[in-house]
């Protein structure tokens, strides 16, 4: 339990050290600022910066996913707008053919609200699309998405070129780390080489004298 409370204080204090150099992190209003905190916590777990350089890598990667990962919820947002408003007018194709104005009117109120819901992912609205989809009372759900992604293609192709760059961005930082790590390792092998040649020397010349010294003393 300590030790859990320990690794949860190391984390914090991570994290407070990475922003107390970098400023504070890309979250906006409205976001959760808990998953940046996992998702820091996460990165440096798996990465295991040694040193500023790492550190700072780290922040990158961090704040690069972090974008990418609201660009795409932005385009999840920017499709179920259009799609909440296509819901409607599943419900308003029935209504248009027969019924009083109050009628109409009750059922367009009644689509409105069935939308807004949707939008919000609400359960029950959910399952209650599906049953008036299966009972033909409702056009199939799949139409208003279809007809959603077409409509918006252009905003949606930019959305995804501005992920596949940030994807980019972040994938040189990978890339740079290995480098790094790489080097560090073909320099660590290069100094081993060294004092183990050094060593042989040493050891070499240290047999030479011995025997050379016994062959006096015989």
């Not at 994807?167 to 390792?185: H, K, L, P, S, Y």
Request: glycine share 2%; net charge positive; hydrophobic share 45%.
């Amino acid at each position: 339990m300590n030790s859990g409370r320990k690794n949860r204080s190391a984390s914090t204090s991570e994290i407070l050290a990475i922003e107390s150099i970098f400023g504070p992190p890309p979250i906006l209003p409205g976001e959760d600022a808990s998953a940046y905190e996992a998702l820091v916590r996460q990165v440096t777990a798996d990465v295991k910066p040694a040193g500023i350089i790492e550190k700072m890598w780290v922040r990158d990667i961090v704040d690069l996913t972090w974008e990418i990962l609201r660009w795409r919820r932005i385009k999840k947002t920017l499709v179920s707008l259009v799609v909440a408003v296509k819901h409607q007018e599943c419900f308003e194709v029935p209504a248009s053919s027969e019924g009083t104005a109050q009628s109409k009117n009750s059922i367009r109120e009644a689509s409105q609200i069935t939308a807004i819901l949707w939008f919000k992912e609400d359960p029950k609205v959910l399952e209650l699309l599906k049953v008036l989809e299966k009972h033909k009372v409702i056009l199939p759900m799949t139409k208003s998405i279809d007809s959603a992604f077409l409509s918006e293609l252009d905003r949606i192709e930019r959305i995804d070129r501005l992920i596949a760059a940030v994807e980019r961005r972040r994938n040189a930082v990978f890339r740079e780390i290995d480098r790094r790590r790489a080097f560090a390792r073909s320099l660590r092998d290069a100094i081993q080489k060294a004092e183990d040649a050094e060593f042989e020397i040493v050891e070499l010349k240290t047999n030479a004298r011995t025997a050379k010294a016994n062959g006096k003393a015989a």
